[in-house]
């Protein structure tokens, strides 16, 4: 076996039968991130099937709650946010304005961009598909200690912060 380094297992090169299969977790640490990857894998699903039935791809649905979360943006933030390009931000940007979930409109503070703005009244239909999820993870985090919430909330920020680059150091396996 290799040698252990922050929590985790080193292998001097992977073979292909190694990358197959994830090990079985050895650290706390293991099984944390084990459990965030079956749990991402379950929530895109979840966004695909979503987005799928209100005729959206999966792009598009994580634009709509990219600015559910942050608000009104530009196009340029869209795809330092998302890792897409400034041609597959447009692309996605007509899908949704044609679908009527969102409407471009005069930055205020930069007169020669836009802002990209939702269109509340489109977004009930996605707000009732979410409902649901939602109130069973508000039901589960009631059963955690209150310092085990906010342990909870500081790891979700930590790595909301170190994946601001949109994820491309992570990728880049930095």
């Given at each position: 076996?290799?040698?252990?380094?922050?929590?985790?297992?080193?292998?001097?090169?992977?073979?292909?039968?190694?990358?197959?299969r994830i090990p079985e977790p050895e650290t706390t640490a293991d099984r944390i991130v084990l459990e965030i990857r079956k749990f991402l894998m379950g929530g895109i699903f979840f966004n695909a099937k979503a987005a799928e039935r209100v005729g959206l791809g999966l792009t598009d649905m994580q634009i709509l709650h990219l600015l559910q979360i942050y608000g009104p943006a530009t196009p340029g933030k869209i795809a330092a946010s998302t890792g897409l390009s400034s041609g597959g931000v447009t692309v996605?940007?007509?899908?949704?304005?044609?679908?009527g979930y969102i409407r471009r409109e005069p930055n205020p503070a930069d007169?020669?961009?836009?802002?990209?703005?939702?269109?509340?009244?489109?977004?009930?239909?996605?707000?009732?598909?979410?409902?649901?999820?939602?109130q069973e993870t508000r039901r589960l985090l009631a059963t955690l200690p209150?310092?085990?919430?906010?342990?909870?909330v500081r790891f979700f920020e930590t790595?909301?912060?170190?994946r601001a680059d949109g994820g491309e150091s992570m990728l880049?396996?930095?």
């Open positions: 076996m290799g040698k252990k380094s922050g929590g985790g297992r080193e292998k001097p090169g992977k073979t292909a039968a190694d990358l197959t996605a940007l007509d899908r949704l304005e044609k679908g007169r020669r961009s836009l802002l990209i703005a939702l269109v509340p009244a489109r977004l009930r239909r996605l707000g009732a598909m979410y409902e649901g999820i939602e209150a310092r085990d919430q906010e342990a909870v790595m909301g912060q170190a880049n396996g930095k």
